[in-house]
């Protein structure tokens, strides 16, 4: 049996990034790279443990990406780490039901908080992640501040590998794992 590698995603909304359109050509890059990368990674560990914060835009597509990797890999796992109770209050109906869908998918929902939404919700999340995480799986623009930065930023500091593609320009670059 091959060793167990966990995996994380984190990125920009898509208010973000390209916007809600889905088939606008740059957001159709960017699921493709992700199921391009989950499908690598899979393939070199068929019982990989991936996990997503189920937030709309990155988090989503990379939830969506597992769960079609796991037709061809099924021992691969796919867990949602939820940041608080409410994650999806303020989403349209449409995003709640995918939302939902992906959690009766998940082989693993894990409630960081059992309180409502705060800021603080959002980074605990994050932390979890990448504390249980080898490789963080990220898209990022190198935008200096928010949610993802905070995150590669705290990757960076604890010695994670990450995998990022710039959707601004699609390049890729890989940080290594700290010794």
């Known amino acids: ?9 984190t990125g920009h909304r898509p208010q973000d990034m390209y916007g809600y359109d889905e088939n606008r050509t740059e957001n159709v890059m960017i699921k493709r790279w992700l199921l391009s990368t989950v499908l690598k990674i899979a393939k070199k560990y ?3 443990h991936f996990i997503a914060g189920g937030a709309l835009g990155t ?20 867990e949602i780490a939820v940041p608080c109770l409410n ?3 303020r989403w349209n109906h449409e995003s709640k039901v995918r939302y939902h869908k992906i959690l009766k998918q998940a082989d693993i929902v894990t409630y960081v908080s059992d309180k409502p939404y705060t800021y603080q919700s959002m980074q605990k999340r994050n932390e979890y992640m ?11 623009s190198g935008k200096q501040r928010g949610g993802t930065y905070n995150c590669l930023q705290y990757a960076r ?13 699609f390049t890729t670059q890989k940080i290594k794992r700290k010794k």
């Open 157 to 169: 500091q604890v010695g994670r590998t990450i995998l990022i593609l710039n959707p601004l320009n």
């Open 59 to 78: 988090d989503t597509w990379g939830a969506e990406a597992v769960l079609e990797a796991k037709k061809r890999f099924p021992d691969v796992k796919l």
């Open 46 to 48: 068929p019982n990989a």
């Open 1 to 9: 049996m091959s060793k167990t590698v966990r995996v994380a995603f």
């Open 87 to 89: 994650q999806e209050s």
């Open 130 to 140: 990448v504390d249980n995480a080898h490789v963080i799986i990220a898209v990022w």
